[in-house]
């Protein structure tokens, strides 16, 4: 990293979905959810979102400083609009208790990271190559939320 300050402001923007999402945790209504026998243990969270906000963060910084400083607008509006849905999610499954709309989110979500991958792959292929566990896990995300939604219905 050339420049630490933007390194750390581009992880400190990755992280704050985290930071909001976690205002919003599973209670007892997600307690009394059926889940598929595969739902990840809520352990993992923590760690395997860390990664990715990091991962995130990088990813922003790497692009940052490959693009164009007149041509910023599109690629930096999707990684923003990916972030806000991002930090949604747990509000619309964890505050609002909504299944219906939490998988609209997500989908929303999955379909912006895809966007925002293939967007900074164009200004660097490691930018694009940071997103790719934030997208498989996204995915895997997507699959659960939607199936604990048909299992609830």
Do not use: C, E
């Not at 400190?12 to 990840?40: E, R």
């Not at 966007?115 to 997103?131: D, P, Q």
């Amino acid at each position: 990293m050339t420049n630490p300050l933007k390194g750390a402001i581009f992880l400190f923007i990755a992280f704050l979905p985290g930071i909001i999402g976690s205002q919003f945790s599973p209670g007892q209504w997600y307690m009394a959810l059926h889940k598929p026998s595969w739902t990840p243990p809520g352990w993992i969270f923590a760690p395997v979102w860390t990664i990715l906000y990091f991962m995130i963060g990088l990813a922003g910084y790497w692009a940052w400083n490959n693009s164009d400083p007149g041509n910023r607008k599109i690629p930096f509006s999707v990684f923003a609009l990916q972030l806000i849905l991002n930090a949604t999610w747990s509000f619309v499954f964890f505050g609002l208790n909504s299944l219906p709309l939490s998988v609209v989110n997500i989908t929303a979500l999955w379909s912006l990271i895809l966007a925002n991958m293939v967007i900074f792959y164009r200004l660097s292929s490691i930018a694009g190559y940071l997103l790719i566990p934030y997208f498989l896990w996204s995915t895997f995300a997507a699959v659960v939320n939607w199936t604990i939604w048909r299992l609830n219905t």
